[in-house]
């Protein structure tokens, strides 16, 4: 398995605040992202990353800003938290090479916002 | 973008029973994977293909390209593989996914 892993793993936070989530991969991988998982709406794409410092909107992109300024890490900032975004998020990477190659995702963080 | 459909949503086995799941998308793709997820857990490429079929012990994944159809077997389900199974295909440099398919064996 890749060396993909995410923190914190749970949180707590209080409406308004900001949050940061942390995604780090061992394997230099070239392509990372940012998803969110909703009942009733599956895995949705909320940012992604094809290369330090170069990242564009997925999906479900508003309320959420990214940065890598590393290979191996990638950050997901709720800028100010809203109880919309109490979600299950999950990071995934993958190898530079277009749409062959296997995809390895983190755990998951579990965050409540109330 | 891909719109990437999964039946059934829901399926229950006695253990032992053949499960199949269906996926079906609408643009060609370069390769399609097969994700499974346990409950509370994390999600895990099970298959990744572009053609053909692949086996992994009692798991089995096909895929027709012409079809735009792929399949995933289940053969002697145990009650271990209950999970929520779900269909992705390539899309460009992203991943589409579709709805997931929650499968529980009964022992």
Known sequence: ???????????????????????????NHRYMYWYRQDPGHGLRLIHYSY??????????????????SKTEDFLLTL????????SVYFCASRTSGKGR???Y???GSWLTVV | ?????????NLTAQEGEFITINCSYSVGISALHWLQQHPGGGIVSLFMLSSGKKKHGRLIATINIQE?????????SHPRDSAVYICAVWDDYKLSFGAGTTVTVRA
């Not at chain 1, 800028?79 to 109490?86: H, P």
């Not at chain 2, 973008?1 to 949503?9: D, I, L, R």
């Open chain 1, 1 to 27: 398995d890749a060396g993909i892993t995410q923190s914190p793993r749970h949180k707590v936070t209080e409406t308004g605040t900001p949050v940061t989530l942390r995604c780090h991969q061992t394997e």
């Open chain 1, 51 to 68: 290369g330090v410092k170069d990242t564009d909107k997925g999906e479900v992109s508003d309320g959420y800003s990214v940065s890598r």
């Open chain 1, 79 to 86: 800028e100010s938290a809203t109880s919309s975004q109490t």
């Open chain 1, 101 to 103: 190659n296997t995809i």
């Open chain 1, 105 to 107: 995702f983190g755990e």
């Open chain 2, 1 to 9: 973008k891909n719109e990437v459909e999964q039946s059934p949503q």
């Open chain 2, 68 to 76: 735009k159809h792929s399949s995933l077997h289940i053969t002697a």
